[in-house]
């Protein structure tokens, strides 16, 4: 079984529904993020935790809510999804070692079309 | 601002050939740099990274040498396989962001056998 799982996997959903992906990890980090991948943009950052009552926004956080429920688990809400934000998004988990490693361990990643 | 430019894909080659994808960036503070893969299907994964000037991070063949005076990571690998057909990504976090990465854009790279 994968360390970081996010599901579901593939979604298409209709404007102004709202969504949730979840995203669940056994490695026992206490980091977790959220990321958006669209074409030639790289990866941008949506929200990111550091422990279970941390939460905080990152550089594309408008329209976007995350709920961190344990430690192992990091959910990612689209309250009223829109087209422009179709897009691939990944959840990716840390450990703080005392050192800046710069590891992040991704999930496979969940596919949202919004139509 | 922190930000990093990749060379744009996709880059194509035929199979052991020499791979360069170059990667230039602007950072507050000393960088940490990083380039992650992602094959088909997958999430990304850590390919190789370098913590300070003139280190070389090295792993499955290919390498990067962290070049302060000309603010460069660009990656290398001496001769290609078909499996190495993948997204790489340049990245790089700054001193006490821990693992706050900013990524490139990504290039494709296909190599045909």
């Known amino acids: 079984d994968a360390d970081v799982t996010q599901t579901p996997r593939n979604r298409i959903t209709k404007t102004g529904k709202r969504i949730m992906l979840e995203c669940s990890q056994t490695?026992?980090?206490?980091?977790m993020y959220w990321y958006r991948q669209d074409p030639g943009l790289g990866l941008r950052l949506i929200y990111y935790?550091?422990?279970?009552?941390?939460?905080n926004k990152g550089e594309i956080s408008d329209g976007y809510s995350v709920s961190r429920q344990a430690q192992a688990k990091f959910s990612l809400s689209l309250e009223s999804a829109i087209p422009n934000q179709t897009a691939l998004y990944f959840c990716?988990?840390?450990?703080?070692?005392?050192?800046?490693?710069?590891?992040?361990?991704f999930g496979e990643g969940s596919r949202l079309t919004v139509l | 601002g922190n930000s990093v430019t990749q060379m744009e894909g996709p880059v194509t080659l035929s199979e052991e050939a020499f791979l360069t994808i170059n990667c230039t960036y602007t950072?507050?503070?000393?960088?940490?740099l990083f380039w992650y893969v992602q094959y088909p299907g997958e999430g990304l994964q850590l390919l190789l990274k370098?913590?300070?000037?003139?280190d070389k991070g090295s792993n499955k063949g290919f390498e990067a040498t962290y070049r302060k005076e000309t603010t460069s990571f660009h990656l290398e690998k001496g001769s290609v396989q078909v499996s190495d057909s993948a997204v790489y990504f340049c990245?790089?976090?700054?001193?006490?962001?821990?693992?706050?990465?900013?990524f490139g854009g990504g290039t494709r790279l296909m190599v045909k056998p």
């Open positions: 990716a988990t840390s450990d703080w070692g005392g050192t800046n490693t710069g590891e992040l361990f």
């Open positions: 490695k026992g980090h206490d980091r």
């Open positions: 935790s550091f422990d279970v009552k941390d939460i």
């Open positions: 950072a507050t503070g000393y960088p940490s």
């Open positions: 370098a913590t300070k000037a003139d």
């Open positions: 990245a790089l976090s700054v001193g006490n962001a821990g693992n706050m990465l900013t």
